[in-house]
């Protein structure tokens, strides 16, 4: 098994849906991230946590929420979808930003 | 403010040519690490190297050689003897301790080998 799994790996919704993307980790860290991916513009920051009771806004954060239900699993919602939500998303994990983060596989959104 | 310039958008190269990935930075911090990562076209992305600011010393991995400048604020990977499996794309990050430690991405370079 992937040491941090993302699902779903592909997801078509439509506008205003509510869509819930999942990480779940075995490597035992307590900092995870959530990251979206568009093009020309890198990986922007969505939210962070660094443990089960801390969890904080990124850089982008408006029309997302996040939820901690353990340590190895934190989950991103878009409460309303909207069409400019459509990017690569990435879930991370790191034990401290020293060693780098362990990416998840990453979920395709598409909102139509 | 933290910045990452990967000023190369796309580059193409033919079969074993050497290629470099330029990457310039921006910190107030004296204490900072640099990252590369790759994202082959399967999507994932990978950690490859880590460096902090105290270390600069050229790093050697196979093919894989990266050389930190602090006179410059720069973190270039060079690729000896490009192998289509190389085709990816590469991004530069920025780290800094303590607190949230932010990390700042570039926006990546595309690399396209060619067989």
């Known amino acids: 098994d992937a040491d941090v799994t993302q699902t779903p790996r592909n997801r078509i919704t439509k506008t205003g849906k509510r869509i819930m993307l999942e990480c779940s980790q075995t490597?035992?860290?307590?900092?995870m991230y959530w990251y979206r991916q568009d093009p020309g513009l890198g990986l922007r920051l969505i939210y962070y946590?660094?443990?089960?009771?801390?969890?904080n806004k990124g850089e982008i954060s408006d029309g997302y929420s996040v939820s901690r239900q353990a340590q190895a699993k934190f989950s991103l919602s878009l409460e309303s979808a909207i069409p400019n939500q459509t990017a690569l998303y990435f879930c991370?994990?790191?034990?401290?930003?020293?060693?780098?983060?362990?990416f998840g596989s990453g979920t395709r959104l598409t909102v139509v | 403010a933290q910045k990452v310039t990967q000023a190369q958008t796309e580059i193409s190269v033919v079969e074993k040519e050497d290629v470099t990935l330029d990457c310039v930075y921006e910190?107030?911090?004296?204490?900072?690490?640099l990252f590369w990562y790759k994202q082959p076209p399967s999507g994932e992305l990978v950690f490859l190297i880590r460096?902090?600011?105290?270390?600069?010393q050229n790093e050697i991995s196979g093919r894989y050689s990266w050389n930190f400048q602090k006179s410059t604020s720069s973190f270039n990977f060079t690729i000896t003897a490009s192998q289509v499996v190389d085709s990816a794309v590469y991004f530069c990050?920025?780290?800094?301790?303590?607190?949230?430690?932010?990390?700042?991405f570039g926006i990546g370079t595309k690399l396209q080998v060619i067989p």
């Open positions: 991370a994990t790191s034990m401290d930003t020293y060693y780098g983060y362990t």
């Open positions: 490597k035992g860290h307590d900092r």
């Open positions: 946590s660094f443990d089960v009771k801390d969890i």
């Open positions: 910190t107030r911090d004296t204490t900072y690490y």
């Open positions: 460096r902090n600011s105290f270390d600069e």
């Open positions: 990050a920025l780290s800094e301790p303590g607190g949230y430690q932010k990390v700042t």
